[in-house]
């Protein structure tokens, strides 16, 4: 049994057996075969073994050829491995010894062998460990190469799942998540990520259990091994035994069972405690059309912001403008007229590609690169697709349209000169829209914020990003589990950018124009801790993970107006985001005393 330790993304337990992803997206689906079909998985390995050793020949000649025999003789080694009769006995023994099948033997053998060598390597230095590390490569590639023969090169690894899984791997882009579902993905782990990371948000919003960043674990487990992921501690527990196991059922057991103890808040007013309340709007972030329903099941009063990036993921060609149209319609079905849904225009690149960003997914800097509305004023004919699927969709509710990574003001005026042209394209055609869909901007670069009292005189609203604000702000990568310590939604520098925001948008309401809201849509809104500063800061409407929004009223309802003023005015004093970070925990203590507070 191990313990492995990491970053919590999404709560709750998850037992079952380990599904384990590498680069190649190959999968281990059984463990163990009844002891009389032995000879037939000895068979299937000698079958696989001879094919990957021939695939291993072909391609040392062909490299020899190409480009001489020092690189042609790596492909020579590792023929060599696969043709040794020490490796095959080895894996025939698990075979016969243990009722291992083909599939979790290779893996197996092949682990405690990778594992042993990287024992070594951190023994020694220089050419030992080099040497050693080329063999952990060749090992894992001969693994790979095993396992897909023997699983006939499969393509889509979730495709054909017949039992729950727990998905392990070095990390998960969104198109590999885009698939999951909770009746098929119980929990995932991964070596990489932090907690603000898409992939995060995604398990988030789908309510899987999932810890991130743990570090180097896969080569300590295989497909079929039992492991339990507790996304509420950040635990990853590989091959527990009978007591933990025990406990942690019972400890799920309890989690499935407890009521919601929010939920009979779910129909009552999101109000301060004032003696004149004063409403305090919450809104569900969504990734997917099907989660509005969450929206609705946890008191959301709309959803004020719905990524649609998810609809270009694991598609063989672009969204069309009927499919962009179709998902804006089952939202608004769901959520009726009278409820706002703000619709985020496509922000791929970055950590999130698909065949429509693939010409810029090896930037250099991708974060920094052609990504968001860069990308779509690029590839002008993908933002006219959406841009007039949303305006169709106006007609069957409160849609808004909102633009992602806005860094200037020109930029904003070029994604609201297309818009009007879409207007006019459409009014032409004689196609039934909305005319006067309100447009709004994401404040999620320091630029912006900057220029936050400009930009308020182009938009009908704001929402502050506070995910990609904090990273830009900090420069420290959200993705990056060295640079945690530097990621803190409560260091001074974010939280006068939030303030410079909202005076803007005051300002423009005192300026006589009609009322302009400003939402905060980052993982800080979905965090009671940060909701007392905030709303002292002067923010009125917050949207987060749908299963937040309860804890949220929780908070809401025992806040007053003034106090929170003052809990901003002395979160501002402060220096550092520790000293910000104990001040919000101590107030929310004493606030909240029956509540624990991390």
């Known amino acids: 049994m191990e313990h492995r330790y990491g970053i919590a993304v999404s709560p709750g337990i998850a037992i079952g057996p380990a599904l384990v992803l590498d680069s190649e997206g190959v999968l281990i689906s059984q463990r163990t075969v009844p002891p009389e079909q032995a000879d037939a998985e000895v068979a299937r390995l000698y079958r696989a073994l001879d094919e990957t050793a021939a695939t291993a020949r072909a391609d040392r000649e062909r ?12 492909y020579g080694a590792q023929q060599s491995m696969i043709e040794s009769g020490w490796l095959r006995e080895q894996i025939e023994v698990r075979i016969r010894a243990e009722s291992y099948s083909a599939e979790y033997a290779v893996s197996r053998v092949i682990r405690d062998m990778v594992k042993r060598l990287e024992e070594v390597i951190a023994l ?36 054909n799942l017949t039992e729950p899984v727990i998905v392990l791997a070095n990390d998960l882009m969104p198109s590999d998540t885009a698939d999951f579902g909770p009746r098929t993905i119980h929990a995932f782990a991964t ?69 919601d103890r929010y939920e009979h808040l779910r129909d009552k007013p999101s109000v301060t405690a004032d003696p004149v309340p004063v409403p305090i709007r919450l809104l569900g972030n969504i990734e997917l059309a099907q989660e509005a329903a969450h929206c609705l099941d946890r008191g959301a009063e709309g959803v004020g912001l719905y990524r649609t990036e998810f609809l270009y993921l694991n598609k063989s060609a672009h969204p069309t403008e009927e499919e962009h149209y179709a998902a804006y319609a089952s939202v608004l079905g769901t959520l009726g007229a009278n409820r706002p849904v703000v619709i985020r225009t496509l922000d791929l690149g970055a950590d999130k590609f698909s065949s429509v960003s693939g010409a810029v997914a090896n930037e250099k800097n991708p974060f920094l690169g052609l990504r968001s509305v860069r990308l779509c004023l690029r590839q002008r004919e993908l933002f006219v697709t959406q841009l007039r699927a949303i305006l169709r969709a106006g007609l069957l509710g409160d849609v808004r349209v909102m633009f992602p990574m806005i860094s200037t003001a020109d930029e904003l005026r070029q994604c609201k000169t297309l818009l009007n042209d879409v207007k006019e394209e459409l009014e032409y055609a004689g196609v039934p829209f909305k005319r006067d869909v309100p447009v709004g901007t994401m404040i999620e670069v320091p630029s912006a914020a900057l220029l936050a009292d400009v930009l308020a005189r182009e938009v009908d609203f704001f929402s502050i990003g506070t995910n990609d604000l904090i990273q830009y702000t900090l420069a420290a990568d959200r993705n990056n589990e060295h640079v945690a310590n530097l990621y803190s939604p409560a260091d001074p520098a974010v939280l006068r950018l939030i303030r410079m925001v909202v005076q803007a948008a005051q300002k423009e309401k005192e300026h006589g124009r009609r009322a302009f809201d400003v939402n905060v849509c980052g993982e800080m809104s979905g965090e009671p801790l ?69």
């Open 124 to 159: 020694r230095t220089n050419s030992g460990a080099s040497d050693a590390r080329r063999s952990v490569t060749e090992f894992i590639d001969v693994e790979r190469q095993v396992l897909a023969a023997l699983l006939g090169h499969p393509g889509n690894p979730f495709a």
């Open 191 to 259: 070596e990489s990520g932090g907690n603000t990371s898409h992939t995060a948000i995604l398990a988030g919003a789908l309510e899987l259990p999932a810890v991130v960043g743990i570090g180097r674990f896969l080569t300590d487990v295989s497909g079929g091994d039992t492991v339990i992921v507790d996304g509420s501690e950040g635990v990853l527990i590989i091959d527990p035994d009978d007591e933990t196991l025990a406990k942690y059922r019972e400890k799920r057991a309890h989690l499935l069972t407890r009521q």
């Open 63 to 74: 490299m020899t050829a190409r480009l001489g025999s020092a690189l042609g003789n790596i």
């Open 530 to 598: 940060y909701i007392p500063l905030l709303v002292g800061l002067g923010l009125r409407q917050f949207s987060a993970t749908p299963r937040k929004i309860p804890e949220i009223k929780r908070v809401v309802r025992e806040l007053r107006i003034p106090e929170a003023e003052e809990v901003a005015r002395r979160a501002l004093a402060m220096e550092s985001a520790s000293q910000v970070t104990s001040y919000l925990r101590d107030h929310l203590r004493k606030m909240l005393p029956s509540e624990a507070v991390d």
